[in-house]
């Protein structure tokens, strides 16, 4: 499995994005326009850096960027990285792009230009508001057949034993999901192989009699 993904541009955002995969186990790349930026992001043990501009073919060939599966582009321009992920799936034959934009109205044109994941952190706000409403709604308990599903987000505190482990070395009880991960503003999808930091915020998905034990495995609290 190719575990290679390159990072285009974005400070603080590729900052924080190349440690959690660099955590995750992912071969991460950073190009940036920026040598002040690339001073920053070099301190990030593992992470390769190269400055240049990701708008130009030159630059992506120096990085070798077919060799990567996925090439996400966090410019402050949305036109950059537009033409960042078009040169990287076109001229590098990357799998997977993935656009930032600032803009939500842009995503469907971004879609037809052929950008696989287009994320647009207004519209991410909007959906969280919405979803927050939701889970308002119905008191973060859903009813199914006799028994109830609980959905709870916990914060692991430095403390917890689940710290440093990842989802398949924790001893969670059997029919636990684990629906996302937030850490340093960034939302995940986790995997076995997602380990678990001090302050990330999981949401789990339990049954009534299943969410107590599932707590106390991941912040150690009864």
Request: overall charge positive; charged content about 20%; hydrophobic content about 45%.
């Amino acid at each position: 499995m190719n575990k290679k993904i390159l990072l285009i541009g974005g400070r603080s955002k590729a900052k924080a994005l190349a440690t959690s995969l660099l955590q995750s186990g992912y071969e991460v790349t950073a190009i940036n326009a920026s040598a002040q930026d690339c001073q920053k992001l070099a301190e990030i043990s593992g992470l390769k850096v190269l400055a240049g501009d990701g708008t130009k073919p030159y630059i992506l060939e120096d990085a070798n960027a077919g060799a990567f599966a996925m090439a996400i582009a966090l410019t402050s321009q949305d036109q950059d990285n537009l033409v960042c992920c078009q040169l990287c799936k076109k001229l590098f034959h990357v799998q997977k792009t993935v656009a930032l934009v600032s803009d939500p109205a842009k995503r469907d044109f971004f879609h037809k230009m052929g950008i696989d994941s287009v994320v647009c952190a207004i519209a991410t706000v909007a959906d969280v508001i919405k979803q927050q409403a939701l889970v308002d709604d119905i008191a973060n308990v859903l009813p199914l057949g006799s028994g109830q599903v609980q959905i709870t987000e916990l914060r692991i505190p430095a403390a917890s034993p689940a710290v440093g482990k990842k989802l398949l070395e924790i001893n969670l009880p059997k029919d636990i999901i684990v629906g996302c991960l937030m850490r340093d503003n960034i939302t995940m999808i986790p995997r076995g192989d997602t380990k678990i930091l001090a302050n990330d915020k999981v949401v789990i998905i339990s049954t009534q009699e299943q969410q107590a034990p599932a707590i106390k495995e991941l912040t150690g609290r009864c």
